[in-house]
């Protein structure tokens, strides 16, 4: 299982690629739960000021907030830029 580090930083190098939309794998309800990890870990980019402007589609509002969707429509800021810098450095550090 990937821990949210992990889901935000690999988020956070599509979305600088170019990556614009994010969306389940399928409609089943297995990968609409899969993707809940996913747009959780844009959520909280968004909310720590890692990017610029995100639109949540919610799928379902009862008991938890399901997302349906995530469309990125700014990038990465230099401090989502700095947070990669920084993960990228840790991960070399580690290996040598």
């Known amino acids: 299982m990937k821990t949210l580090g992990f889901i935000l930083e690999s988020v956070l190098e599509e979305i600088g690629t170019g990556k614009k939309l994010f969306t389940p794998e399928s409609g089943t309800q ?32 009862t008991d938890r907030l399901i997302f349906s969707r995530v469309l990125v429509t700014g990038g990465v800021t ?19």
Not at 38 to 55: H, P, R
Not at 78 to 96: A, I
Request: aromatic share 12%; with cysteine; proline share 0%.
């Open 78 to 96: 230099e401090k989502g830029q700095e947070f990669l810098r920084l993960r990228f450095s840790d991960r070399h550090q580690k290996v040598g």
């Open 30 to 61: 297995e990968a609409l739960d899969k993707f809940q990890k996913i747009a959780k870990a844009i959520s909280y980019a968004d909310s720590e000021g890692l990017l610029e402007q995100c639109q949540f589609g919610i799928a379902d509002f």
